[in-house]
């Protein structure tokens, strides 16, 4: 009997695992968005790869925001449709177009995603030279590299 009982518990345990270890749906949206994943096939199980810190305050997230993710909020505020819709990628690529500097770092938004340093903290900077970091994230692709799959067409004219 009781060894019946541990195999049940051990099975609920397992089985419960994949949601315990689920991320939200914004982080794992923005992971894949900014190629966190890459070179990673277990980067969802992986509480590393991106911090909750990248948007908010607390390690754990949450309320409140930390100034990036701010950045976000407002432009769900600003694109009211968007957030009806789902469209965090969309939401999240505007915030980076828009070249701020939400942490005020001297750091533009963009260019600390590319470094992989948090866009929310004025602590967290790229080690490299602005000019360095910039020729690099430029070579990538600029902030194209992080629109949303539906948006990455081709641009030239017909």
Request: hydrophobic share 45%; net charge neutral.
């Amino acid at each position: 009997m009781v060894r019946g009982v541990a195999a049940l518990l051990a099975g609920l345990v397992i089985l419960g695992l994949p949601v315990a270890l689920a991320m939200p749906r914004y982080r794992s949206q923005a992971i894949v968005q900014f190629h966190y994943d890459a070179g990673n096939p277990l980067w969802e199980l992986d509480r590393r790869v991106m911090a909750c810190t990248f948007c908010h305050v607390n390690v754990g997230g949450g309320a409140p925001w930390n100034p990036f993710g701010e950045a976000i909020r407002a432009g769900f505020r600003a694109d009211a449709e968007a957030g009806q819709k789902g469209k965090f990628p969309d939401v999240l690529y505007a915030v980076l177009k828009a070249d701020g500097d939400a942490d005020g770092d001297g750091y533009p938004d963009g260019l600390e995603v590319f470094a992989r340093t948090l866009p929310g903290d004025p602590e967290s900077r790229p080690d490299k030279p602005l000019a360095d970091l910039k020729a690099g994230f430029a070579a990538a692709g600029g902030v194209a590299q992080y629109a949303p799959k539906a948006q990455k067409t081709s641009t030239s004219a017909p």
